[in-house]
């Protein structure tokens, strides 16, 4: 049973009673019950957009300054500890020392954040967050030998915290008047910063949780005159909660070039109101976003009805995943010249291997064999024509065979020399040929100990 209906069947004062025994023994519930109705009854003026700001500051230049101190030159090599067993190159070992020291800076705020949110002080946490964000921006290095772009990878080791903390979010009671303080403060402090906001528009979406905060942070946005551009996931969102469909359809139709997610929506709604805008869209989106909806569009396209765009859209996911089932869809779809042309197209020589098999194209695979013996894939390109190509095969093997034996030394090319034998063997007809092989190879002179033993492993010595 779900907890709703259940709900329904069970007495207020059956409620009460369990909210009373929820309060009294879990600590994070009731920080969250205080923190809400204490505020909701003015009784805790102390949070303020000042007191925002001022936490704000205090937290950015408190990580900021333990962020610069320290040093990325001189790392200390007396407490290294490996990550994973085998060589490390001294570059990737300082890399890493020098990541876990800017973790130790960062992990106190990290679980302040937190802890701040499990006990209902969103905005405090979300700003201490913020804090770190800035603090993370501004951190300058004189000479820095352990990272390409700091802020990047600060950014990049805080990313877990980020996660988390939508997360927590998600999981907790917040308050009205405190997350419209929160967005009150950060509006304020990034008033002309617009791109810096981006960056924000995950956790910006999950505190905004219904229509009356939508629509009063639509209002902050127009006040602090921030452009729709950097947050536009988080105006299709404030729309949709307000119901506006007219104004969702136009904003979601500005900026789903720049927005895959938005590219996504409108798809989706498209699909299911007008099939035509649907196909202009997709075809739009599958130029804009390469590879990304492909599987998408393919799914929700007509073959018999739109099939030269069908064609197109399983034409690139056929090379790009390099799936022969594709493939088998699209052979179908494919005229001779247009077959040539996507062989042309791809690179994997297996895989082309794999659609000349399909195609029982045998004499391109033989083709390939010749043109390029030496191939690191020469087993798996070559197997398929073992049993149609005897003799061009034997020819081949015997060559390579020969020539590495005359040529080459080390246990991998013997490895490989054994593995030709093996393939000979399946040859048909060829059973005393691969003897006389097995023979010469296991008897070669000068003796080959290595040879022998790789050739017994295989059951050929």
Same mark, same amino acid.
Request: glycine share 4%; proline share 3%; net charge negative.
């Given at each position: 049973?779900?907890?709703?209906?259940?709900? &329904?069947?069970?007495?207020?004062?059956?409620?009460?009673?369990?909210?009373?025994?929820?309060?009294?023994? @879990? *600590?994070?519930?009731?920080?969250?019950?205080?923190?809400?109705?204490?505020?909701?009854?003015?009784?805790?003026?102390?949070?303020?957009?000042?007191?925002?700001?001022?936490?704000? $500051?205090?937290?950015?230049?408190?990580?900021?300054?333990?962020?610069?101190?320290?040093?990325?030159? %001189?790392?200390?090599?007396?407490?290294?500890?490996?990550?994973?067993? /085998?060589?490390?190159?001294?570059?990737?070992?300082?890399?890493?020392?020098? *990541?876990?020291?800017?973790?130790?800076?960062?992990?106190?705020?990290?679980? *302040?954040?937190?802890?701040?949110?499990?006990?209902?002080?969103?905005?405090?946490?979300?700003?201490?967050?913020?804090?770190?964000?800035?603090?993370?921006?501004?951190?300058?290095?004189?000479? =820095?030998?352990?990272? &390409?772009?700091?802020?990047?990878?600060?950014?990049?080791?805080?990313?877990?915290?980020?996660? @988390?903390?939508?997360?927590?979010?998600?999981?907790?009671?917040?308050?009205? &008047?405190?997350?419209?303080?929160?967005? %009150?403060?950060?509006?304020?402090?990034?008033?002309?910063?617009?791109?810096?906001?981006?960056?924000?528009?995950?956790?910006?979406?999950?505190?905004?949780?219904?229509?009356?905060?939508?629509?009063?942070?639509?209002?902050?946005?127009?006040?602090?005159?921030?452009?729709?551009?950097?947050?536009?996931?988080?105006?299709?969102?404030?729309?949709?909660?307000?119901?506006?469909?007219? =104004?969702?359809?136009?904003?979601?139709?500005?900026?789903?070039?720049?927005?895959?997610?938005?590219?996504?929506?409108?798809?989706?709604?498209?699909?299911?109101?007008?099939?035509?805008?649907?196909?202009?869209?997709?075809?739009?989106?599958?130029?804009?976003?390469?590879?990304?909806? &492909?599987?998408?569009?393919?799914? =929700?396209?007509?073959?018999?009805? %739109?099939?030269?765009?069908?064609?197109?859209?399983?034409?690139?996911?056929?090379?790009?995943?390099?799936?022969?089932?594709?493939?088998?869809?699209?052979?179908?779809?494919?005229?001779?010249?247009?077959?040539?042309?996507?062989?042309?197209?791809?690179?994997?020589?297996?895989?082309?291997?794999?659609?000349?098999?399909?195609?029982?194209?045998?004499?391109?695979?033989?083709?390939?064999?010749?043109?390029?013996?030496?191939?690191?894939?020469? @087993?798996?390109?070559?197997?398929?024509?073992?049993?149609?190509?005897?003799? $061009?095969?034997?020819?081949?093997?015997?060559?390579?065979?020969?020539?590495?034996? *005359?040529?080459?030394?080390?246990?991998?090319?013997?490895?490989?020399?054994?593995?030709?034998?093996?393939?000979?063997?399946?040859?048909? /007809?060829?059973?005393?040929?691969?003897?006389?092989?097995?023979?010469?190879?296991?008897?070669?002179?000068?003796?080959?100990?290595?040879?022998?033993?790789?050739?017994?492993?295989?059951?050929?010595?």
């Amino acid at each position: 049973m779900k907890w709703k209906d259940l709900s &329904d069947i069970i007495t207020t004062d059956e409620k009460l009673l369990f909210l009373e025994e929820l309060l009294e023994k @879990n *600590e994070s519930v009731r920080a969250q019950f205080l923190a809400r109705f204490k505020r909701e009854s003015k009784d805790d003026p102390s949070l303020t957009k000042e007191s925002l700001l001022h936490f704000f $500051e205090e937290g950015k230049s408190g990580i900021l300054q333990e962020l610069e101190a320290l040093d990325l030159v %001189d790392i200390d090599w007396e407490y290294y500890v490996p990550r994973h067993s /085998g060589y490390i190159p001294d570059y990737e070992a300082q890399t890493h020392m020098a *990541e876990d020291m800017v973790m130790e800076v960062l992990s106190n705020p990290g679980e *302040e954040i937190i802890s701040c949110i499990r006990q209902g002080n969103v905005a405090e946490g979300a700003m201490l967050f913020v804090a770190v964000y800035q603090a993370c921006t501004e951190a300058c290095y004189e000479e =820095n030998y352990a990272f &390409d772009d700091t802020e990047a990878e600060f950014l990049d080791l805080f990313q877990p915290v980020y996660e @988390n903390m939508l997360l927590e979010i998600k999981s907790v009671i917040t308050n009205h &008047d405190q997350i419209l303080l929160f967005f %009150d403060a950060l509006f304020t402090q990034y008033s002309g910063f617009g791109e810096d906001l981006k960056y924000f528009e995950p956790l910006l979406k999950t505190l905004i949780q219904d229509e009356k905060l939508a629509g009063e942070v639509k209002e902050l946005m127009i006040q602090y005159q921030i452009e729709e551009e950097f947050l536009p996931q988080l105006v299709l969102m404030i729309h949709g909660l307000m119901g506006n469909r007219e =104004n969702w359809l136009d904003h979601a139709k500005t900026y789903y070039r720049k927005d895959k997610e938005l590219a996504e929506k409108l798809m989706a709604y498209y699909l299911e109101q007008d099939r035509d805008l649907f196909l202009g869209i997709a075809e739009e989106v599958f130029i804009t976003y390469k590879y990304t909806f &492909d599987r998408f569009i393919l799914e =929700n396209l007509d073959v018999k009805v %739109d099939r030269e765009f069908y064609k197109t859209v399983l034409s690139r996911i056929t090379a790009s995943n390099e799936d022969i089932k594709d493939y088998t869809i699209l052979k179908e779809l494919l005229t001779p010249e247009e077959k040539e042309v996507f062989f042309a197209g791809i690179w994997n020589k297996v895989f082309l291997m794999k659609i000349f098999e399909v195609e029982k194209s045998y004499e391109r695979i033989l083709q390939m064999v010749h043109s390029d013996p030496d191939s690191w894939d020469f @087993n798996e390109i070559i197997r398929p024509i073992l049993g149609i190509y005897p003799k $061009e095969c034997l020819e081949v093997l015997q060559h390579k065979i020969h020539q590495s034996l *005359e040529k080459e030394r080390g246990r991998s090319s013997y490895q490989r020399i054994v593995s030709w034998i093996v393939l000979h063997q399946k040859i048909p /007809g060829a059973s005393e040929k691969t003897s006389e092989i097995i023979r010469m190879a296991y008897h070669y002179k000068p003796n080959l100990p290595a040879l022998k033993d790789e050739m017994r492993r295989a059951g050929l010595g």
